[in-house]
């Protein structure tokens, strides 16, 4: 059984920081190409960052140089550290792995108000 389990989200203020975490099972994790997706109310959902199990990166336009995605194969646990946060970001944080099929996780939510 697959399963994918975000942590880490919250409540920030603007130019904060957070890092979420998502640890995956039942998947060959290294094998994986891994994404944060996110939406927010109202929305279409939308990638912020994908990482292959080599370690090659992509980022959303809007959240580069802000956000770092990383992962621990030995961990099978993909990060998304995220700084200088602004209200725009708020929306429901995804987990993504991808292979031969798609898994996501539950999400979590991440807002960022004064």
């Known amino acids: 059984q697959v399963q994918l389990v975000e942590s880490g989200g919250g409540l920030v203020q603007p130019g904060g920081s957070l890092r979420l975490s998502c640890a995956a099972s039942?998947?060959?994790?290294?094998?994986?190409?891994m994404g944060w997706y996110r939406q927010a109310p109202g929305k279409e959902r939308e990638l912020v960052a994908v990482?292959?199990?080599?370690?090659?990166?992509n980022y959303a336009d809007s959240v580069k140089g802000r956000f770092t995605i990383s992962r621990d194969n030995a961990k099978n646990t993909v990060y998304l550290q995220m700084n200088s946060l602004k209200p725009e970001d708020t929306a429901v944080y995804y987990c993504?792995?991808?292979?031969?099929?798609?898994?996501w996780g539950q999400g979590t939510q991440v807002t960022v108000s004064s």
């Open positions: 990482i292959s199990g080599g370690g090659s990166t």
């Open positions: 039942g998947i060959f994790f290294s094998k994986n190409v």
């Open positions: 993504n792995a991808r292979n031969f099929a798609v898994y």
